[in-house]
């Protein structure tokens, strides 16, 4: 715990004390920590216990909102019904989506991603309900660039949403904010006070959601609208551990 920073433990002291608390979190590359084999991602273990925990404490909801598709975010996480889950950059919630899907375009962004991925080692197509997603951590860098910069051209002629993350970009054909989702949640759970962990580009739009009284933990290196910053998952787990301790030391 020590090794987490003075003011992040004086502010998540603060928010342990909120009437209603919201605590809510990535999932890769903050719960759990990247992996090459995007199949092979599981929680931190005392990450999820803690996160668990605090969703069973009096006043309190915890959630994962991800760009994971909810179903996969289910099986991957391995979360009780007590944790929300949010799915496909905050517009997937279980009862469905927050817009419409264009289907035909999604299949032509498809089509057009696995052709460029074809004869490039290592790249990769991931296909989710409302979007598709072109990985290369695992090409060449010279395949990755090439197909990077070939998804980018052919997207000039599609109508969706790109999001660049580490390795990837990622084509939404409906309009995703995991700030959006943040702000369901907060109004679903009447929450005074919410605490948000994340790692990548998508997770700005929460931090940009975050309101006083709010904390947003950003993990890893790179430019951030998060008012705090911690190194690596296994910061996450302590900060969450921290978070339960003092919360149930005031419920």
């Excluded at 990450?47 to 909102?65: G, Q």
């Amino acid at each position: 715990m020590s090794d987490l920073p003075a003011d992040l433990l004086q502010v998540l002291s603060e928010a342990a004390g909120a009437t209603r608390l919201l605590v809510t979190s990535d999932f890769d590359g903050t719960l759990a920590p990247i992996v090459n084999n995007p199949g092979d991602a599981r929680p931190l273990a005392d990450a999820a216990d803690s996160l668990v925990a605090l969703s069973e404490c009096p006043d309190t909801a915890a959630a994962l909102i991800s760009g994971r598709a909810l179903t996969v975010l289910r099986e991957l996480s391995g979360m009780p019904s007590t944790v929300h889950l949010v799915g496909s950059h905050g517009a997937e919630f279980t009862s469905g989506f927050t817009h419409d899907i264009d289907r035909d375009l999604l299949d032509r962004i498809t089509a057009e991603l696995n052709a460029i991925a074809a004869d490039r080692p290592g790249v990769t197509v991931e296909t989710k309900p409302a979007s598709v997603a072109l990985h290369v951590r695992n090409a060449s860098a010279d395949d990755a660039e090439a197909a990077l910069a070939a998804a980018r051209d052919a997207s000039t002629a599609w109508a969706a949403q790109l999001t660049e993350g580490k390795a990837v970009l990622e084509f939404a054909v409906i309009q995703t904010d995991k700030g959006e989702a943040v702000d369901i949640l907060r109004d679903q759970e009447n929450a005074s006070a919410v605490v948000f962990f994340g790692d990548d580009v998508t997770d700005e739009k929460a931090f940009r959601r975050m309101r006083d009284g709010d904390v947003g933990v950003k993990v890893g290196p790179g430019d951030t609208l998060a008012a705090y910053r911690v190194r690596t998952p296994e910061d996450v787990a302590a900060a969450l551990r921290y978070l339960l301790e003092t919360r149930r030391a005031r419920c």
